[in-house]
């Protein structure tokens, strides 16, 4: 008998005794005898090869004993499925070892959708219902120590590769629990594979390389999804190793290539809504304790007036991100979270704040094929009547859409040599002429 899809209903009966009516409830049947006949807590303190295979022989003797006729092919795949469920993420675990995959977006557990190389996709993975999804929701937040239920519906945690994740679940989702996974591999892309990607070049990299190592302090702007901290990752390796890292996220997912880090991570309230600690308070902590150089994942609220004070009071080389549209609306944002500070600052001792702070502004952008380019290199000037001054250094000229929906354009630079360049060649970083006339068609 030919074994039927998950959408194929049929009513065979399972391995103890009762009657089933799909595939998701045989392997439903095999994991709870399997829960019967396995101490998995004892297994845990096995090797992971060792507990695997002792799991895998017990489902093998359940699958034989059922009265189910399968087939050879079938047997690995229901058992292979049921190891996912004990060791794993159950249906998602073959979407996480797929490292094409960028974003993982269930849509309650009757839908999930992919994102390969920048374009959404509709997978046939399905949960066997509500209560399925929910038990692989509880093994995400819960191995980070935090929690999602009625009382507190929206949770952020993470995975052990660092791949960001988002939960939201009934009253707030209407339709069922829903779930979001941003991808991070366990292998940082490097800044070889960016250049080859075209989403910056050479030169513009030489610039941001120099002024990484010169300690000029750089925000990396752009939308959700556009690649914000893949960049701060790469450029984070020309760090020199002998400087001590602090880093500060809301939920840690940076991924720090040098022996000397630590990591900070925001703590959401406990039950009764006390014993949240926020990233202002880790950004105004990390002053505290020494660092070289100070990594802010995202400012989001007021922590980015305690992040501009540390830039300008000795702690150089910051690097940190934002969501912006521009590198304007970058400086726009800066403004208003600074204001969330509430500490009634005047408009021009904010931007005075700003101008002093930060040298150099990177956007980044996700253009519509599903490529990720760096769109403007832009450097600080300082105040002019009264409003930070920007000028580029180098953008990417967007030309037209050609065969299959691909974006044409150019990387330029703007002919400006940036006024920063003195303290580059301070620090005995030397760039020459031709980078600032540098042309890329792409």
Not at 91 to 99: A, F, H, R, Y
Not at 385 to 394: G, H, W, Y
């Amino acid at each position: 008998m030919a074994f039927p899809s998950p959408s194929m209903p049929q009513t065979p009966s399972g391995a103890n005794g009762g009657p089933l009516k799909s595939y998701q409830d045989l392997k439903t049947s095999l994991h709870r005898d399997l829960l019967n006949r396995v101490d998995l807590e004892k297994l845990t303190s096995l090797q992971d090869v060792r507990a695997r295979t002792q799991v895998q022989n017990v489902i093998y003797e359940l699958i034989s004993s059922a009265t189910v006729p399968l087939s050879g092919s079938e047997k690995e795949r229901i058992c292979r499925e049921v190891l996912h469920e004990v060791f794993g993420l159950g249906p998602l675990e073959p979407l996480l070892q797929d490292m094409t995959i960028s974003d993982i977006l269930v849509n309650t557990h009757r839908q999930v959708y992919i994102e390969r190389a920048g374009v959404l996709e509709l997978t046939d993975v399905a949960f066997k219902d509500a209560a399925h999804l929910r038990h692989i929701i509880d093994k995400i937040v819960s191995n980070v120590g935090r929690r999602v239920d009625e009382s507190s519906p929206m949770c952020d945690a993470r995975l052990d590769d660092g791949s960001r994740v988002n939960v939201v679940i009934p009253p707030l989702a209407v339709d069922g629990p829903i779930l979001s996974i941003r991808r991070f591999g366990r292998t940082p892309i490097s800044i070889d594979q960016m250049i080859a990607k075209r989403s910056i070049t050479g030169p513009m990299m030489e610039l941001l390389k120099g002024a990484v190592k010169a300690r000029l302090n750089i925000i990396i702007s752009g939308g959700t999804g556009a690649g914000k901290t893949t960049l701060l990752n790469a450029l984070s390796t020309y760090i020199p190793e002998n400087e001590r890292i602090v880093t500060v996220e809301d939920s840690a997912e940076l991924q720090m290539q040098q022996p000397h880090v630590v990591r900070l991570e925001c703590r959401p309230p406990n039950v009764e809504g006390k014993g949240a600690v926020r990233q202002r308070e880790l950004v105004i902590n990390c002053l505290r304790m020494r660092p070289d150089r100070i990594i802010v994942g995202e400012v989001r609220g007021g922590e980015a007036l305690d992040m501009l004070q540390a830039m300008n009071t000795g702690h150089d080389g910051s690097l940190t991100t934002i969501h912006a549209n521009n590198p304007r609306d970058a400086i726009a944002r800066l403004e208003t979270m600074t204001l969330m500070a509430e500490l009634n600052l005047p408009d021009k001792a904010i931007r005075q704040q700003i101008a002093s702070a930060v040298s150099i502004l990177v956007q980044v952008a996700r253009l519509s094929d599903g490529s990720r380019r760096v769109t403007h290199i832009t450097e600080v000037t300082g105040l002019s009547e009264e409003m930070v001054a920007l000028q580029d250094i180098f953008v990417f000229d967007r030309l037209g859409v050609g065969p299959g929906n691909k974006v044409l354009g150019r990387f330029r630079a703007t002919g400006l040599r940036p006024s920063f360049c003195t303290r580059l060649q301070a620090s005995g970083i030397n760039l020459p002429a031709s980078l600032f006339e540098h042309v890329c068609e792409v």
